[in-house]
């Protein structure tokens, strides 16, 4: 299993939000190519980078942060996301040095059309990103648009949609684990693998200590994305080695 560092922007900052709201963010950095260095002095060589501005409003203005992270990073280290909605923006995207776009919203309302890029762009540069909630019977379900709404569509039926198309990168996150530094949702990403075992699954949400990510690797995920531990320092040099490229 792989650990992604995470970088998530707004207003050209690096920020985290708690379970995604936008009045509970923390700023841990003004400038994001200072924890950039970070990562990379650890080992990391793929970093996830979101532009929360562009999830919430489709607004595409850290596209100057995304340039200076990617030429910093290497073109091949980037996955990046958030407003993501046109053919255009992903192609942008690419143009700027990102080696994968993540796909969130209009992975669910558009499907037809995303399944298109998966096939022009080919499947190892196109990442789905599906947040989901747990329903009342723990069924994950699809939340858009920056999380602020709330889908019926479980996650199951929307990679089920996909893999005609070729899918092979999904991303998943539990929206009441994100920031939480609650421990990850092991179930959910057991039931993710076992459902669909061709898809490279990346799990997103809760890691708070190394033995998350060993549990998490006991899931079979194919990578984890960790913003908020690594920037507080809860996860040392040592404990991360083992899940870095060069492992």
């Not at 900052?13 to 009045?23: A, E, I, K, T």
């Not at 929307?158 to 994100?178: F, I, M």
């Not at 990578?223 to 080695?241: D, F, K, M, P």
Request: net charge negative; hydrophobic share 45%; with cysteine.
């Amino acid at each position: 299993m792989l650990l992604i560092p995470a970088i998530d922007l707004r207003g050209g900052q690096c920020v985290r939000l708690l379970q995604g709201r936008f009045d509970a963010e923390t700023v841990y950095a003004q400038d994001p190519l200072t924890v950039l260095g970070q990562y990379l002095a650890l080992g990391a060589r793929r970093i996830h980078v979101v532009d929360l501005d562009g999830a919430r409003d489709g607004s595409q203005g850290n596209r100057g942060a995304i340039r200076k992270i990617a030429d910093r990073a290497g073109r091949d280290a980037i996955q990046a996301g958030g407003g993501v909605r046109t053919r255009q923006v992903a192609e942008e995207l690419f143009a700027l040095g990102v080696a994968r776009v993540v796909v969130g919203s209009v992975a669910v309302t558009q499907p037809d059309e995303v399944a298109s890029w998966i096939h022009e762009f080919g499947p190892e540069r196109v990442v789905l990103a599906f947040d989901v909630r747990l329903d009342e019977g723990g069924t994950p379900r699809l939340a858009t648009h920056g999380w602020e709404r709330q889908t019926q569509t479980s996650l199951w039926d929307a990679v089920e949609r996909y893999l005609p198309a070729g899918l092979r990168h999904v991303l998943c996150t539990d929206v009441a684990k994100d920031g939480a530094l609650s421990g990850p949702n092991l179930d959910l990403y057991q039931q993710c693998v076992h459902r669909f075992p061709s898809i490279a699954w990346q799990a997103s949400g809760g890691v708070s200590a190394a033995a998350d990510l060993h549990s998490l690797a006991a899931t079979g995920a194919a990578a984890v994305i960790s913003g908020r531990a690594l920037l507080e320092g809860r996860l040392t040099a040592q404990e991360i080695e083992p899940f870095l490229p060069a492992a």
